[in-house]
DNA sequence: TTGAGTTAATCAAACGTTTGTTTGATATTT
DNA sequence: AAATATCAAACAAACGTTTGATTAACTCAA
């Protein structure tokens, strides 16, 4: 019953903290989403502050796991690993746009410093083991010799920049503001595409077009 | 004697919105970064609302000129104008490295409606301009038949994703924590670089070394 | 099965802070 | 002497949080 509820709530919060901002968001405004007292959010968090970490904490975990198996893949190639990161990736982030405009938004506030280093930690693991891959890319001479974290950068920051509004994202697609692109299985895998096909021009030696 | 102070107090607003947020910022401790009264901020520009209108609606005019002026230069090719585009923007986000992350801000927030829809029509006009380029480089099948729109966003999502956080850059070039990227002119050229020879792959039919 | 006793969940109301903003007096400049 | 700039102090509103009463759910001997 409790763990529902919690459920609930953190599920409420984590759209209205996307939208809207840890700061921009109160606790009023969250219990009246999620149509439960406010006096609930600090009886099953204790605060504000907790709440949002127990946000973070929950997802966190399941984020390195796919990664770290991926890389250990030894049935795999490099570039079939990348593709499928991509797809991986993508298919995520869009699944859980809030959330992940969430994340994003707490990783550039550096005013509750413990949540960014927790945070700018996770990051930098997931962004270590796609670079690791990319290495050994390099050193099979499979890849080219790009920059590794670099190249980690753009495959993210692809995905993260037509993530930042769903009316920007339209705007940049000349679709209609009605458009939802975050649901859409088409701009999915447009985007997915899109990534790969860069990445195999980026890091093939001999353009592969399939 | 005004216009000074004026410039003075937003330059620190600018710097504390990037840091901590809209909200996250308190119009006390911008009084107290900026050295004046609290009461200065509201006599100078009515609100702490209008404060942020008044700090985009300086920086907006200013991006598109050069972009524009770009555009219609027929003096270049379209690769070189792809490249002198990317330095372009590299050099000039770096330089105003918390304005941009002010920026990224302001566009994901959803609660102040007006300037969202401001912001997201400066960035989507920028990105089209950008857009017609590659279109027209894609015409004259010097470039490859790539999605146009999704490129822009991989250029300057590239570019974001590193200005999220200082910490986070840091620990994704595995730099040490003192290490100032943002005013590095070494990580500037690095960035340029990475950009210009993943696009040069991407768009360009036949791998252009230089 | 019952029902008293214990725990957990819910709520409206109030608490102390902090917020953006305004005021009215004082200083500075023109 | 008129206009502009600065300031400490006070304002009302909103914030996260706590309280104490009330209800629901569960436990387990009789």
Redesign the interface.
Known sequence: MAVDKKAHIMNHAIALFA??????TSIRELAHEANVNVAMVNYYFGSKEKLVEAIIDEKAAYMKDRLEELEANERLTEIEKIDRLIEDYVTRILAGASFH?FL??E?????REDI??FL??S??RN?KSVASIIEKGIQKKIF?A??P??????I???????M??K??CN????KPETNEPYTDDEFRI??I???Q??MH??LLAV?DKS
């Open positions: 939208d809207r901002g840890f700061e921009g405009k994003y938004k990783l550039m506030d550096t005013k960014q280093e700018t930690n990051f930098a962004a080219k790009v920059d974290a670099l190249t980690v950068a753009s993210i920051g692809s995905i993260s920049h037509v930042m509004s009316r920007y705007k940049l697609l000349q447009r985007l595409n899109h990534i096909n860069m021009s980026h353009s």
